[in-house]
């Protein structure tokens, strides 16, 4: 016979708190699973919907097993905000922001006649009376395990940084009295415009009001972006912007074109676009033109006489190193879930790629100074917007006009053949004066043919009458 088992104190303790597998502790179990199922859903229906202002972030899930992520989306020299925060590798960033912060409080003028760590301390209680709203700025992801000392600090110090450095950029002997090498500069701007290296713009407000240097900041964040973008910043939204890429993005884009709705095409026509990139455009007499703005807005198409030739505008576009990362983040932000916008940088993009197949699609793009190409070769141009542009998903509305414009264009087959005739017979300055060859001698033969059958009497027709003896 076998001795009975006696159940422990511990054992009965542990059947209580569940480790057992009691029928009775199953519904418990099931009715608390399911009212957290509940709750979810509930809180997931009171979350708002997207909004102007998308909070910072992490790059989108859908970006982030892009073959180049490394490349396009971490910082090179510096880490800013929270996200990257604490790497190993950013080490070095951290002494160069070090000493732009300390720079940047150097103009603070908390109390004229206060010292530098009174000054600093200012400060800092002014962002930890911030820090909620600016915490809130943030998806709560990204700074969950950073209190608000922790936060504040960070914020501090990355905020200071970056309004000193835009000061030097605009005065680029200040890099020099600091012993901020060329290179280190040239990577930290790239690094200013990664969605995953953003601060508050409410941040940069407070520190600046900060400061006694407030109107030259402000000027200089003017003149920085204006660099960056080669466009005169104008004030297109009443909104503050959410950050650095979010300013660079509206500047970018300019204010929205109010152009003329035209007729449109059925939108069961799937195929309605039949042309490729600018080397069809090109033979069906389509010629490019730089657009008087740099807006990415303005892109135009025109008729010569309402008629031929058509004229493609495009605003003139910089193509370096930082091309590739900026406009990736640009996108990225765009991506985000919770930022309602018409999807301008990524429609742009799909527009351009449309363009541009092969190196002579850049090239042609380089000869009407649309282009300019400080990448590399043609087809390193080429490589990189086939690279950027795929997958995107660009607003139907998005140069709706121009593209059908573009294509009743190239559908007409007069415009095919003219531009054929003009492509065989003017192309090139041999062509011409072959062309006008051949005019020259049908004009004559036609001279010398009037002239045999249809000239003057002479006194010589009457001498060749005469019989000789």
Not at 67 to 85: L, M
Not at 206 to 222: F, H, P, T, V
Not at 270 to 293: C, F, M, T
């Amino acid at each position: 016979m076998e001795p009975l088992h006696i159940i422990s104190i511990e054992e009965h303790h542990s059947i209580e708190a569940g480790e057992g597998s009691s029928s009775h502790d199953q519904p418990a179990a099931t009715a608390t699973a399911k009212m957290e199922r509940i709750e979810m859903l509930k809180q997931a229906g009171a979350r708002p919907g997207a909004v102007e202002a998308a909070k910072i972030q992490k790059v989108i899930f859908l970006l982030r097993d892009h073959d180049h992520f490394v490349k396009y989306f971490e910082p090179r020299v510096a880490s800013i905000g929270p996200i990257h925060h604490g790497k190993t590798k950013y080490e070095l960033g951290e002494k160069y922001k070090l000493r732009l912060a300390y720079q940047f409080v150097q103009g603070l003028s908390c109390n004229n006649g206060d010292s530098l760590d009174d000054d600093i301390n200012h400060l800092y209680k002014k962002i930890m009376k911030e820090i909620k709203k600016l915490r809130e700025c943030f998806e709560e992801e990204v700074t969950k395990k950073y209190d608000d000392e922790t936060l504040a600090w960070m914020l501090f110090v990355d905020g200071c940084a970056i309004l000193q450095y835009i000061f030097c950029a605009t005065n680029y002997k200040k890099f020099e009295e600091l012993s901020i090498k060329n290179d280190s500069v040239a990577f930290a701007q790239q690094d200013l415009f990664l969605l995953e290296n953003q601060v508050p713009y409410r941040l940069l407000n407070l520190l600046m009001c900060s400061s006694r240097k407030e109107d030259e900041l402000r000027k200089s964040i003017e003149s920085f972006i204006q660099n960056v973008t080669s466009q005169q910043m104008k004030p297109i939204e009443k909104r503050e912007p959410t950050h650095l890429l979010d300013l660079l993005r509206t500047t970018l884009l300019g204010p929205p074109l109010s152009c003329p709705r035209r007729k449109r095409r059925p939108k069961d026509d799937p195929d309605w676009q039949s042309y490729r990139n600018v080397q069809e455009l090109k033979l069906a007499g389509i010629q490019l033109k730089q657009s008087k703005h740099r807006s990415l807005r303005n892109v135009s198409f025109t008729r010569q006489f309402n008629f031929y030739p058509g004229y493609l505008s495009l605003p003139p576009i910089t193509v370096d190193d930082s091309t590739g990362p900026k406009f990736m983040n640009l996108i990225a932000y765009e991506m985000c879930l919770d930022f309602k916008n018409d999807f301008g940088i990524s429609s742009y993009i799909s527009f351009l790629d449309s363009l541009i197949d092969e190196a002579n699609d850049v090239k042609d793009l380089r000869k009407a100074h649309i282009l300019h190409n400080l990448l590399g070769s043609d087809q390193e141009v080429a490589d990189l917007f086939n690279a950027i542009g795929t997958d995107l998903v660009p607003s139907t509305e998005a140069y709706e006009d121009v593209k059908f414009q573009i294509q009743d264009y190239y559908d007409n087959d007069w415009m095919t053949w003219m531009a054929q005739f003009f492509h065989n017979h003017f192309s090139s300055p041999w062509t011409i004066l072959a062309f006008l060859g051949v005019l020259l001698g049908l004009a004559l033969t036609a001279t010398q043919t009037w002239y045999a059958v249809d000239s003057p009497p002479s006194p010589c027709d009457d001498f060749c009458k005469l019989k000789l003896p």
